[in-house]
């Protein structure tokens, strides 16, 4: 059953998902750190790189089916126009500023 993404838990995880969802580059950009990292399936990735092939430039969507760890771990239905939809995992760093520092993703 998929979680409403105004009822996930963590606010700072909760604009991530409205960001990707409605393709909002900018908001996106907003909520992470200046320096911040990611890595995809265990490897460290370049961000801009990443987000633009994997997300915005694909019509990335993700549909929420569990959180864990304060709302900071996602389990996800994660779909773009490249790989087509796939069970994948979230995990994020998140601040003391409310802003994501690091975020982890790959298939479940």
Request: charged fraction near 30%.
């Amino acid at each position: 059953m998929t979680i409403k993404t105004a009822k996930l838990s963590d606010p700072a995880v909760r604009a991530f998902v409205t960001a990707v969802n409605a393709s909002d580059r900018d908001s996106f950009r907003k909520l992470l750190t200046a320096d911040a990292t990611m890595a995809d399936d265990g490897d460290d990735r370049n961000l801009d790189d990443w987000i633009d092939r994997e997300i915005f430039s694909s019509n990335g969507h993700l549909d929420v089916d569990n959180e864990s760890n304060g709302g900071r771990s996602l389990l996800a239905h994660y779909r773009n126009d490249t790989w087509g939809e796939m069970v994948t995992r979230w995990d994020f760093t998140v601040e003391d500023d409310g802003r994501i520092s690091r975020f982890e993703t790959g298939q479940a």
